[in-house]
């Protein structure tokens, strides 16, 4: 079983929009870094955005810059990415790692995060 739950994921129109959650049933994800990554078809799991434990600044990667924005809601131990004027290149299934680790921010690589949901497939298509 899944320590994260991806959902939100669907079909959507160029310029449209959708909320991912990822929740933990297995992890109190206040005590964590959270990333988003996604993986389109043939390519290799990419950082699209994190929070850090402390809900400090996020990081966004460049291509979602201005159109996503991370949140995260400790009481409903939930972290959400809010995706706005998707297009095609969004396309991909999107995943919610976490990060156990106390310096501050949080990070972009794959392979600091000990903990993944199952993902939630995004497809962007007219």
Known sequence: QSQ???SGG???QPGGSLRLSCAGPGLTLGS????WFRQAPGKDREAVSCISMTGGTPTYADSVKGRFII???NA???VYLQMNSLRPEDTGVYYCGADLDLTPGCSPRVY???YWGQGTQVTVSS
């Open 112 to 114: 600091e995060y000990g």
């Open 4 to 6: 994260l739950v991806e």
């Open 32 to 35: 964590y870094d959270i990333g």
């Open 76 to 78: 409903k131990n939930t």
């Open 10 to 12: 669907g079909l959507v």
């Open 71 to 73: 949140s995260r809601d």
